[in-house]
Nanobody, 120 residues
Framework: QVQLVESGGGLVQPGGSLRLSCAAS????????MAWYRQAPGKLREWVAR???????NYVDSVKDRFTISRDNAKNTVYLQMTSLKPEDTAVYYC??????????????WGQGTQVSVSS
């Protein structure tokens, strides 16, 4: 019914930048909060940043002042601009969207993940 497709991951040197995108498609009535999570090898998935439909944002402390989350509501797309990347940012990054698919149904959907590797 609803698909989230991430893109933009890759290998970057420490101090570099990447921009992740996540586009939602399918039976979408509206999208409330959109968020990015990440999971490093051997670790639990952790929340990174979120943005509401009105544009309010929150970040985990470890990425504040380095990452910026934004969204294009017309395109049902959320972005994560990552700067000053560190090796500890290496992880698979997932997007999540709170999607209303009808007047009475709201569900969370996840993307398939995109790998971000920070290494010299």
């Amino acid at each position: 019914q609803v698909q989230l497709v991430e893109s933009g991951g890759g290998l970057v040197q420490p101090g570099g930048s990447l921009r992740l995108s996540c586009a939602a498609s399918g039976s979408i009535f509206s999208i409330a909060t959109m968020a990015w999570y990440r999971q490093a090898p051997g670790k639990l998935r952790e929340w990174v940043a979120r943005i509401t439909s009105g544009g309010s944002t929150n970040y985990v402390d470890s990425v504040k002042d380095r990452f910026t989350i934004s969204r294009d509501n017309a395109k049902n797309t959320v972005y994560l601009q990552m700067t000053s990347l560190k090796p500890e940012d290496t992880a698979v990054y997932y997007c999540k969207a709170q999607v209303q698919t009808s007047h009475y149904r709201v569900e969370d959907y996840w993307g398939q993940g995109t790998q971000v590797s920070v290494s010299s």
